[in-house]
């Protein structure tokens, strides 16, 4: 599995306590309720939506498909040396 | 939960109100506003209830108020608006309104009526001055000429006698300036040609008295020659309406009449003014209690229309009025009737008696200003069975979470979450506006949801990576290793080329949404299609089989646990087992295949189709073999597959039949018992027969099989349910790809906008920056209009659709009525909207 655990574990907790922790803490009143499923469907589908884009790019069949001029910018701006002749 | 979670529970009540107290009880209630009243006089004359009279009194009041306001809008008087709204008033104080209404509009009709034979007048007289100057110019003008044509010609003394000779008489008035060219045509007509006409158009507007219309008139002077002509001229202009001014020849006379007529006209300005005065002052006295006045007489109105509902009981002396109210208000209205019987000192008190009763309830959500938006989107498909599950509950989220899902940019997200917090941060100055345009009511309504929608829109654009169609790098992206290994002969050999993401299994994704290097790839569209529709149909499937689950919640409150059984079930089993297993598959694809490692065989070019899988598993084919690929994705996977369409497929006959034959099988249980009550003829016939029937109502709510339903029928309803929900795991499921085709649809107009547009405004020279400036325009206008407003829209419909049909249709049954209290509030907005 290509995916590192740091994101995945932020993400769930952030959602878990959204979701599941949130609505015992909402105050009593005529719409807690409401305000508890609000949480609960937020936390739900909030996290199911990164979930899905998470997993869709943990194992990539495909790349993207690069002009030259856009590889080398990249290789000399995010990249970690440059496209050189020396290479 | 709240009262949200279904609707209210409703009681019938009967109210026996005591005459004297009616009228204050009535106010109080209305007020309150909750209680429906029902009509126990339908077939009673409106002209022979009992309190018609009342009724009629109040018409009058209003008409009269009316009036009084139509004279106020004439004179563009304000009317302020109320905030805080009085009471309806006390039966003393209805005589006093009345005659002070009665005087008011006595005093303004008097005054509308001089004021219009003063204009009349005034207009006579400005149009006399206006005859008087032309005609003089022309008769001043014909002597010119007179006098010209006598230097000049030769037989000039003949020309004088022939001028002084045949007199000519002539016509002034002044005219309409659009009757102007019939007139000509009709004189010529009838004279033959011998009538000669002069016009001068008159510059100034002339006012209309009784409309008030401004007037372009014509003065005109037709000279002709005889007596019978005369005749004739005089009946064309009556017949055009023109009005015909006696004008002197001579010049004096001229310019004495002229300067009397000056004298009046300046005594007539000043009389006009006084009593236009005069007029404002009585308006302005009353302006303040106009609106204090309409409320008032509103609700006097409504409290004697609905007082005639009810019945009078003679012999116990009383009023009998019948209403439904929430069960939740019941102590209220109780506290109420104590409280005004107390005051108003009556010997009996009223009160309140509930009656139980098998008529269906009207449904009412209690609902708050943010819920009440979404109560409206449900309600607009169909008003809840009464006590039936409330989908709104739900939408709350639901609704704008699939919006976002199709609307997905951050950019234009913020556009429509700063309109929809505009509108609820400022929601008391602007509701006190009162914006009567209908666009701005139905987006103010929807203020909630807009603010909701542009929150989740947010979110979704964080994830799709799309900023107004540009990525953010946060995180800094992970292709970079990919772009490393590039060596410079690779890069020049080809003009594009594809980063290949295997060969290194440390490369971890994008920690939030996708990743910023697509944004510049030529075929990010590949990419982000397979992950959308994923996504769309993850989310379809999961959706649905909630909507299914919502069933369950009815079937347990309506006593119909056999259906749990029979119908929620096998519907669920046939649903999971077939498009679940699809959402599963997806899942395992995401995980187990991939570019890194090096065993081909979970490699990319071996990566099945899921949508191939599924056809495969539904017609029980084999893959195709190619490049030496495994044919499924794990060992048992081909026998797992057939069990679950076996299940599926098993699933349809108990849907088919299940619940049809239970009901045969329980009438022909009751029929059993039916007999042997017969036999027994006992006392226990009474109290069963009861209870059945108490029971056969139950379940009759909702499908309405009562036990006198032909079994063909039940047959037949339940073969269309079942090949109604059949097809419609297919059909919904592919509906819900329309999540993915708008969010396609709303990225690349976004892209086009800005490649199109915006980028052609960057350039180096100095003409850059101002070019610049107009282009921004552009590119703003259309973003707004275009990816804003109509894909927003677009969005918007297509969520409300996928909630009325793929969601609610799994379970709303809908045949309820809406719950329309007697309100003082609901009727005063009903007469502010028309």
Known sequence: MGAS???????????????????????????????????????????????????????????????????MILAKEWGNSPITLAK | MGSMFRSEEMVLAQLFIQPEAAYPLMSEL????????????EDVNAFQRKFAAEVIRCDDMERKLRYIEAEMHKDKVEIPYLAEQPKAPIPREIIDLEAHLDKTEKEILEMSESSVRLKSNFMELTELKYVLEKTQSFFNEREDSAIDSSHKALISEDAIHQVTRCQLSFVAGVIGRERIPAFERMLWRISRGNVFLRQV??????????TGNEMHKTVFVAFFQGEQLKGRVTKVCSGFRATVYPCPNNTNECQDMLKEVMMRLEDLTLILNQTQDHRQRVLNAVVKEMSNWNIMVSKMKAIYYTMNFFNMDVSRKCLIGEGWIPLNDVPQVQETLSEISSSCG???????????????????????????????????????????????????????????????????????????????????????????????????????IILLMGLFSIYTGFIYNDIFSLSMNIFGTNWVDAVDRITLEKVNKDEYMELNPSLDSETVPYPFGVDPIWQMSKNK??????????????????????????????????KKKFSIFLEFLPQIIFLVALFGWMVVMMFIKFVRYGSQGT?????????????????????????TQHDNCDLYIFEFQPTLQMILVVVGVLCIPVMLFGKPIYIILQRKKKQNMQSNGDVNRGMEMQPESIEERAAKKQESDGHGHGDDEPISEVFIYQAIHTIEYVLSTVSHTASYLRLWALSLAHSQLSEVLWTMVMRQGSSTSFTGAPFLFVVFAFWAFLTIAILVMMEGLSAFLHTLRLHWVEFMSKFFIGLGYP????SFKDILNESEDD
């Open chain 2, 599 to 623: 065993d081909y065989r979970i490699g990319s070019s071996c990566a099945p189709s899921i949508l191939i899988m599924f056809i495969n598993m539904m017609l029980f084919k084999e893959p």
């Open chain 2, 346 to 448: 009556s010997s009996i008190p009223s009160f309140m008696n509930v009656i139980n009763t098998t008529e269906n309830p009207p449904t009412f959500n209690r609902t708050n200003k943010f819920t009440r938006g979404f109560q409206n989107l449900i309600d607009a498909y169909g008003m809840a069975s009464y006590r039936e599950v409330n989908p709104a509950l739900y939408t709350i989220i639901t609704f704008p979470f699939l919006f976002a899902v199709m609307f997905g940019d951050v950019g234009h997200a913020f556009i429509m979450l700063l309109f929809g917090a505009y509108m609820c941060i400022f929601e008391k100055k602007l509701e006190a506006k009162r914006i009567s345009s209908e666009v701005w009511q139905i987006f103010f309504g929807g203020r909630y």
């Open chain 2, 30 to 41: 209305g007020e309150l506003g909750v209680v429906q009243f029902r009509d126990l006089n």
């Open chain 2, 201 to 210: 158009d008159i510059d100034q507007t002339l006012e209309d008295p009784i």
């Open chain 1, 5 to 71: 655990y740091i994101p995945f574990i932020v993400f769930t907790t952030l959602w878990a306590i959204v979701g599941i922790v949130l609505p015992f803490v909402v105050p009593k009143g005529p719409n807690r309720g409401i305000i508890q499923v609000v949480l609960m469907l937020t936390a739900a589908t909030c996290w199911l939506f990164w979930l899905c884009c998470y997993m869709a790019q943990m194992n990539p069949l495909i790349g993207p498909k690069l002009d030259r001029h856009t590889i």
């Open chain 2, 525 to 558: 569209i590949i990419f982000l299609n397979t992950f959308k529709m994923k996504l769309s149909i993850i989310f379809g499937v999961l959706h649905m089989i909630f909507g299914v689950s919502m069933g369950v919640v009815n079937y347990v409150h309506f």
């Open chain 2, 819 to 822: 719950f329309q209290p007697y």
